[in-house]
């Protein structure tokens, strides 16, 4: 047996370890011999595992050598075997031989196993290791938690959860907590929230519960699925089983809630946490700090970070970054550098993160010197750049065509100690192409290879489009095709540079070739593409293919654009077919498919086509119709049918005018004879659908015609380019727009800079301002010749977002001259957000530039400074406007009124208003109303009075606001004889009574408890012309409810939409309230159902009003599923609602209820009041539950709740209830002597 297995025999002082192939190896190991197993390959490397020594003369004799064979256990030796296999990595080998060992019918060592089985999941064989159980499982051996577990986890770490719950569902031992976790933190991160909630309700029965890293993870996946609100539900949950949350799991609640946007509440729950027994640390900070800053919010986000600082709790670098990177977004580099400085006070070194955002806005605003200087500054604080501050650096001198500078710092990189990535040579490369520096943009692409950078499809993409523009199309197919060899497959972009680049190098045959190529990799291709296609194909005089072209479009569901339409018709015209294509135009405008501007204009082409029979296309080479696999002959009768019944949606837009050019594509005048024939772009002097200059020339002029080799031209197609980008703006494809806009300005066209200010103006309507700064930034760097309407577009996009900091940075930045709209749109909205330093300093710069500001603009510079620093400023903001030519009008001096009277200085206001002729200009009714209005406010009705009998004296008529305001005074006062006195004036003096004159009354009358009076009122209000509001009838509903007539206010409600005037959503409320307080539920659900067949979503009021009512009258089961419908409806339940539902809930014994929504109440982040636990706790006690209310008591003095007499009374009458009535009198007496309660009450209880 010994040989059979290749064990080693002994030989004179040496061991030999036979290999299984037969090799040997030989150790001399002296005076000692080593009694080793057949697998001695371990031992070679110093590790035999067991052995015995025998000293050498031992080996004498046959006894001795009994004794050596009879000392060796194969099975033993074999299952070492094993773990040496399993050690060495020889996983294979071990999977046989555990097989063998098994076969022969040992059982295998289980930990041996679990290795094999955890060796297989490390190299991410995870069927190898399922095969490995199954041989375990078939052997008979104990199998433990931990081998099921290793297999388990290695399957969910791949993201196989479902191989996992299999594994869990055949486990032959109880799985424990850590098979849970593995298999619930998977399925959480995959998002499958309702699976691992089935997992984790499966752990529950088999009494097996989550640990807080496992629950917290469960949290986090709610959170991300079904919101912060189920989120809370679990947390409850959690809570509840025992599981306490720390403050990671916290944090997972706070980011939640921030991710909702509620950042108010994440901010009074950080400040909770306290309370909860859990401290925040600087994570729980920098989440809602970082929130913040995303919504712009960065005020707060420093009183964060100083209530950080008051509580002891210090920011860490990320803190500092996250309001850097911020401030440095929005562009307010002084409170960034700000910042920067503030870190090492802090104890905190900046580091790249740090710098880079502040390196990033000097580079935007065109600083980069500023930039530069930074990054010295940098290097010189001990804080060594990074990629990514080389990437930003360079990106900006790439932008600034700066191209040999990047080449140099790229060069520097190494011995910086910083390796350039892909995207630094992308980036160089890009620079280096823009400045038509083609060939050291190729020998960087090379380099990259040779420094082991392997070039990306981004990188292609860049290289293959820049040699296209260039010319260089045999160095782009060839790139083109290496890319595929390299396994990278082609994206749109790069296909539509390559058919672009190709079809204006006139390589039609190979740009259809590159066009069928690209749907093997399933791309579309878009509108563009074909365009390109079918303009050289026309080019080329092949329009017949073209409309092929157009065929293949339609059918694969591309919808052409009227680019695709102008350049076919062009293409037929000058393929001399131009009656045809008068026809097949004129048969697209009787179906309403295009413009009768369009027919026009190509009559102007027709008539060029008789004008010069035949158009050069020399620039572009002929080639052969055999190469391509589509299209038929060409005839007008084909391209009607074609075009006309496949009913092809044509694009409304003015089709662009003719341009005439020579072949080398330079623009002419042709004079002939004694006339001048020219035409020229529309788009650049905008001109709509009309030829600039159009002079017809006399027939003789004609004959002569061949005399002129200039007037042989070339057809244009640049033309139709500004026509497309406005077309694209016209139906709202801005994203599309813009990216042609970007295309013509590379191509060196110039764009039409009213299509422009449209796309930005378009941008700026749905508020992305930053899109429309990049169209200003690509006509700034092309030759259009930008006017001031563009700017002030821009510049009140920026205002009306909130974005004043950008708005004048346009300002500064505007290459004419700012008129006054410019000023007033930034003045206007700089008012709005009491920014007042500011708003004088953009004056100043108003009157630099000579450009003087109207009395409009005064005005609400002076009303802005009344509101934030008084009259006194503004007294002097006036006299300075006044110096400058700016004369007041009775507006401007109306809000002086109004802020003398808002400090409350009314006696001052009356001789500042008597004053006002003295200044030229008379008082009117709205300067007497503002000091009427205040003076009653200031209940001085009596000087009320007699400033409106000094208007009357003065000629100055009242108006109707003037009489209402102090109807209102004097019904709110009570003096309902003086309001009728006033609202019998106000015919005398041509003023109609409106329903806000007669609403006070009605109130005061129902306030009197007087409702008949009221309805009186409301009669003669009707018999006068004046028709009731809803607010009318909701004084009136509101009277009639609070007496207990509700069957007559349900009545009115009944009649209101006959009396023209729609119930409002307040209405039913009042009604429902009324109806509920008598004892009418059923009355009141069916109002409350009736608001939502009438189209009025009931909010929370309604539910909460509903809800009230069904719990005081028993119906538990019918609010709860109230409250149920408004958690569905995404309303979030206020303290009032929850106050109803616990009360409710407690006084119908289901105390277990009531607490489950305390839970859910401060789940939502709503503060408990006394009333709610009080409910609790009596519900506890009447249940006898008084050790649980006890507890209550307690949990309502950690959050802050002073118990009220009611408290305490409700708990010691439970202690009585529990049969310790001693017990209670000496607490009644021990609360006494510390003033928690009335000696009245101790007495009370006692004698009781």
Not at 111 to 139: D, H, V, Y
Not at 285 to 306: E, P
Not at 312 to 341: H, M, R, W, Y
Not at 530 to 557: E, H, R
């Amino acid at each position: 047996m010994a040989c059979k297995f290749q064990l080693f025999g002994l030989s004179d002082g040496a061991i030999d370890f036979r290999k299984p192939n037969g090799t040997w190896n030989r150790k001399h190991l002296g005076f000692s011999v080593f009694v080793c197993s057949k697998y001695g390959r371990s031992g070679l490397k110093g590790s035999l595992q067991h052995s015995e020594r025998f000293s050498k003369c031992a080996l004498n004799g046959v006894e001795s050598s009994a004794r050596v064979n009879n000392s060796l256990n194969f099975e033993e030796s074999e299952i070492r075997h094993l773990h040496r296999l399993i050690r060495n990595g020889e996983l294979e080998e071990s999977s046989k031989f555990l097989e063998y060992l098994t076969n022969k019918g040992m059982i295998p060592d289980v930990i041996a196993c679990t290795a094999l089985i955890r060796g297989f999941c490390k190299i991410g064989k995870p069927k190898n290791a399922t095969r490995i159980m199954g041989i375990l499982e078939e052997s008979g051996a104990v199998i433990d938690v931990t081998c099921y577990n290793v297999l388990i986890s290695s399957y969910c770490k791949l993201g196989n959860t479902e191989e996992a719950l299999l594994i869990l569902d055949r486990m032959s031992v109880a799985p424990n907590a850590a098979t849970y976790d593995a298999i619930l933190c998977s399925l959480c991160d995959k998002g499958k929230l309702k699976q691992a909630m089935q997992v984790l309700d499966r752990q529950m029965q088999s009494k097996s519960y989550p640990d807080i890293v496992t629950c917290t993870v469960l949290i986090d996946a709610a959170c991300k699925e079904g919101g912060v609100g189920q989120a809370m539900k679990l947390f409850n949950e959690m809570r509840r089983k025992g599981c306490k949350p720390d403050v990671i799991t916290y944090n997972v609640l706070i980011k939640g809630i921030c991710h909702e946007g509620r950042l108010d509440e994440a901010i009074r729950f950080l400040n909770k946490l306290p309370s909860y027994g859990c401290q925040p640390d600087v994570i729980s900070h920098n989440i809602v700090l970082r929130s913040l800053c995303s919504s712009g919010r960065w005020m707060d986000a420093m009183k964060l970070m100083a209530n950080m600082l008051r509580k002891g709790c210090f920011p860490s670098v990320v803190t500092f970054n996250i309001l850097i990177n911020f401030l440095c977004q929005k562009g307010l580099l002084d409170k960034a550098l700000n910042v920067l400085e503030m870190m090492p006070k802090h104890g905190h070194t900046p580091n790249s993160r740090s710098y880079n955002p502040l390196i990033q806005r000097f580079c935007n605003e065109k600083g980069i010197d500023r930039a530069i200087e930074y990054l010295e500054i940098m290097v010189s604080r001990g804080c060594y750049p990074n990629i990514v501050t080389y990437n930003i650096l360079l990106t900006a001198l790439c932008k600034d065509g700066k191209a040999d500078d990047a080449v140099e710092i790229l060069r520097q990189l190494c011995s910086k100690g910083c390796s350039p990535s892909l995207v630094t040579y992308n980036t160089v490369i890009d620079g280096l192409l823009k400045v038509g520096k083609t060939e050291r943009a190729v020998e960087l692409f090379e380099e990259m290879n040779k420094i082991g950078l392997k070039p990306d499809i981004i990188t292609y993409n860049i290289i293959i489009d820049g040699l296209l523009k260039m010319g260089k199309a045999k160095l782009a197919v060839e790139l083109l095709e290496e890319m595929c060899r390299k396994g990278l497959k082609p994206d749109p972009i790069t296909c539509t540079s390559v058919v672009g680049g190709l079809s204006r190098e006139g390589k039609v045959h190979e740009a259809i070739n590159f066009f069928h190529y690209m749907k093997r990799f399933g791309i579309r291709p878009k509108v563009f593409i074909y365009n390109s296609i079918m303009m050289a194909l026309c080019k080329a005089q092949q329009t017949s293919w073209a409309i092929d072209f157009l065929a293949d479009m339609v059918a694969k569901g591309c919808k052409p654009t009227e680019a695709t339409y102008s350049i076919l018709v062009e293409g037929i015209i000058y393929e001399g077919l131009a009656e045809e294509a008068s026809e097949l135009l004129n048969e697209l405008h009787t179906r309403g498919l295009v413009k009768k501007s369009l027919v026009e204009k190509v009559r102007v082409e027709i008539t060029m086509d008789l004008v010069i029979p035949k158009i050069q296309f020399c620039s572009y080479k002929r080639f052969h119709r055999e190469s391509c696999s589509i299209g038929s002959s060409f005839n007008s009768v084909r391209v009607c049918n074609m075009v006309c019944k496949s009913e092809l949606f044509v694009l409304l837009r003015d089709i662009r005018a003719i341009d005439i050019r020579k072949p080398n594509g330079t623009c002419s005048r042709k004079h002939l004879g004694s006339c001048l024939f020219a035409f020229s772009k529309y788009e650049n002097c905008g001109l709509k659908g009309n030829l600039q200059q159009f002079e017809r020339f006399p027939k003789g002029v004609l004959n002569g015609m061949e005399s002129y080799p200039d007037a042989v031209n070339s057809l244009s197609f640049e033309d139709s380019e500004n026509v497309h980008l406005r077309m694209l703006i016209k139906n709202g494809e801005l994203e599309e727009g813009s990216k042609f806009l970007e295309y013509m300005t590379n191509k060196g066209s110039v764009p039409d800079v009213i299509a422009c200010t449209t796309l930005i103006h378009e941008f700026c309507k749905i508020g992305r301002t930053k899109k429309a700064t990049r169209i200003m930034g690509i006509l700034d760097e092309s030759a259009a010749a930008i006017d001031v309407t563009m700017y002030n577009v821009l510049i009140g996009g920026y205002c009306k977002s909130g974005e004043i900091k950008e708005a004048l940075w346009v300002l500064d930045r505007m290459s004419v001259a700012p008129n006054a709209d410019t000023y007033d749109t930034i003045f206007h909205s700089l008012c709005n957000r009491r920014k007042l330093k500011q708003t004088r300093e953009v004056p100043d710069v108003e009157l630099q530039s000579k450009c003087y500001p109207d009395v409009v603009t005064c005005t609400e510079l002076i009303d802005a400074s009344c509101k934030e620093n008084g009259v006194g400023q503004s007294m002097k903001l006036l006299i300075e406007m006044m110096s400058k030519g700016c004369k007041p009008n009775v507006v401007t001096y109306n809000v002086l009124i109004k802020g003398i009277c808002n400090e409350g200085r009314l006696d001052e206001a009356i001789r500042f208003l008597n004053r006002l002729p003295s200044y030229g200009c008379n008082p009117d009714v709205i300067s007497h109303t503002i000091i009427l209005h205040s003076l009653c406010s200031g209940g001085r009705w009596m000087d009320a009075m007699k400033l409106l009998a000094s208007m009357l004296r003065k000629g100055c008529s009242p108006s109707v606001v003037t009489f209402n305001i102090l109807i209102k005074f004097f019904c709110q006062k009570g003096l309902l004889g003086k309001a009728l006195n006033v609202l019998e004036m106000m015919p005398n003096h041509g003023c109609k009574p409106n329903s806000r004159s007669y609403n006070p009354l009605i109130e005061g009358f129902c306030n009197e408890k007087s409702v008949d009076r009221a309805i009186e009122y409301l009669e003669i209000m009707v018999s006068r012309g004046c028709y009731p509001d809803i607010v009318t009838y909701n004084i009136l509903l509101t009277a009639l409810c609070k007496d207990g007539k509700v069957d007559d206010a349900v009545e009115i409600l009944n009649q209101l939409s006959s009396k023209g005037c729609l119930s409002s959503l307040i209405t039913y409320n009042i009604v429902i309230d009324g109806l509920l307080t008598v004892g009418k539920t059923e009355r009141a659900v069916e109002l409350f159902e009736e608001t939502s067949r009438k189209g009025l979503e009931p909010d929370i009021i309604t539910y909460s009003t509903i809800i009230d009512g069904l719990l005081k009258v028993g119906k538990t089961e019918h609010a709860l599923e109230l409250l149920e419908e408004v958690c569905s409806k995404g309303m979030k339940p206020n303290l009032i609602t929850f106050t109803s539902v616990v009360g409710g809930l407690s006084r119908k014994g289901k105390v277990r209820e009531a607490i489950t929504v305390f839970n859910y109440l401060e789940g939502l982040g709503i503060t408990p009041n006394a009333f709610i636990y009080n409910s609790i706790m009596l519900g506890l006690c009447k249940t006898q539950q008084t050790s649980r209310a006890i507890d209550f008591l307690a949990y309502m003095v950690a959050n802050g709740f002073k118990p009220t007499e009611a408290t305490y009374k409700i708990v010691l009458k439970g202690i009585t209830c529990e049969g310790f009535p001693e017990e209670a009198s000496k607490l009644w007496n021990e609360l006494y002597s510390r003033g928690l309660v009335k000696r009245s009450l101790v007495e009370k209880k006692n004698n009781s």
